[in-house]
């Protein structure tokens, strides 16, 4: 769980630099931050948060 919130600040970087040189616009980031905000307190939260984590798992794995 070390890995969740430097992920969270990739993604919100990500997210800046595509609002910036991409195609996103601000309108649509903050249309899917929303959409995460509301996902979070759906039944599908669990399910995300473990796949999330298993993904990270893998990741540290092969980082070492």
Known sequence: MLLHMPLVIALALITF???RKGA???S?????GAFGFYLSDTSLSGSIHAASANLL???DQFTI
């Open 17 to 19: 630099f595509l609002s």
């Open 24 to 26: 996103l616009k601000i």
């Open 28 to 32: 649509h980031a903050l249309a899917c």
């Open 57 to 59: 798992g893998m990741l």
